[in-house]
């Protein structure tokens, strides 16, 4: 993990190039603007999806061999980024930011020409120190830094809320959602699954699991099997096939191994399914209101 001082250091970068590229404020994030402030271009005549394998020189032979992974490239000899362009657009924004990232922070920049990303280098939570680093940057120009917070805070307690400020901000769902999760004064968690595929039992995997801090400070660590059974209400969910709701119950054990009731939002979004935990009675004062289909 980054050291404070240079996280600090990201953040600060980060908002220099949001204020000097007059993207501060405006939304959904230009990321775009971004990219041609930071002098370089998006190659979009090459899909990293598609493209041959001879095409890159032999310097770069590992892109190669990652190829089928890889999502997105940056060559700072060309000042070119390449993308997997079979991806979203929010998904090639936060890529496309993060490439930003190893052009702009300066301590890479001086040891690097090119850098490949794949599944696990944009993973938010990658243990590459120089990966953590782009990360960092790009959910801190995606998310323009305490922005996010502040029109989190405006909102209530319930996942339509980050749902919407993925729209407003042009980030992904998933990625909203853990961002919300984790910048909340409120005591929130978030599970995220996947259906199984094995065919031999119904159930869900979890792929990842997060806690507000006053979550944790309440309730402690919660620890989740990696496998999830049916008898799980929010797995029931997934096999009934349902989109959306807001009216979950679940109980399970936390801190002293105490059986408590939580309610829980639910949301699928064909990818993943997003399970906000929420603790009964918790306090949620807000004029905004959100109402969703069944079927959105």
């Known amino acids: 993990m980054l050291g404070m001082v240079k996280n600090n250091d990201v953040e600060s970068i980060a908002y220099d190039i949001l204020k000097q590229s007059k993207s501060l404020g405006v939304f959904p994030t230009p990321v775009d603007r971004i990219v041609q402030y930071s002098e370089l271009?998006?190659?979009?005549?090459?899909?990293l999806?598609?493209?041959?394998?001879?095409?890159?020189?032999?310097s770069i032979e590992s892109l190669k061999r990652a190829l089928r992974k890889t999502r997105g490239a940056l060559d700072r000899r060309k000042k070119k980024i390449y993308l997997d362009l079979t991806?979203?657009?929010?998904?090639k924004n936060f890529i496309k930011l993060h490439e930003v990232g190893h052009e702009v922070l300066p301590w890479q920049r001086e040891l690097y020409e090119f850098f490949e990303d794949d599944e696990l280098s944009i993973n938010i939570d990658t243990q590459d120190e120089f990966e953590f680093e782009a990360n960092c940057f790009a959910s801190s120009a995606l998310f323009q830094l305490d922005r996010y917070k502040e029109e989190m805070d405006k909102l209530p307690l319930e996942i339509?809320?980050?749902?919407?400020?993925?729209?407003?901000?042009?980030?992904s769902q998933h990625a909203s959602i853990r961002k919300y999760v984790d910048t909340s004064n409120k005591r929130c968690a978030l599970l995220v699954l996947e259906k199984e595929t094995n065919g031999k039992l119904m159930g869900c995997e979890v792929r990842n699991y997060f806690q507000s801090s006053s979550f944790t400070k309440t309730f402690g660590n919660?620890?989740?099997e990696k496998n999830l059974s049916i008898?799980?209400?929010?797995?029931?969910d997934v096999y009934m096939r349902r989109r959306f709701h807001t009216e979950g119950q679940v109980a399970f054990n936390t801190k002293d191994k105490k059986l408590t009731t939580f309610t829980y939002h639910y949301f699928n979004n064909t990818f993943n399914t997003f399970v906000l935990i929420i603790p009964v009675g918790e306090k949620n004062y807000s004029r905004t209101s959100f109402y969703f289909k069944e079927n959105l």
């Not at 991806?87 to 998904?91: H, I, T, Y």
């Open 222 to 224: 919660v620890i989740w």
């Open 87 to 91: 991806q979203g657009e929010s998904r």
């Open 49 to 58: 999806s598609v493209i041959p394998q001879n095409y890159f020189s032999k």
């Open 41 to 47: 271009v998006v190659d979009s005549s090459i899909d």
């Open 160 to 171: 339509g809320s980050p749902m919407a400020l993925a729209k407003k901000f042009g980030s």
């Open 231 to 236: 008898k799980w209400p929010f797995v029931q």
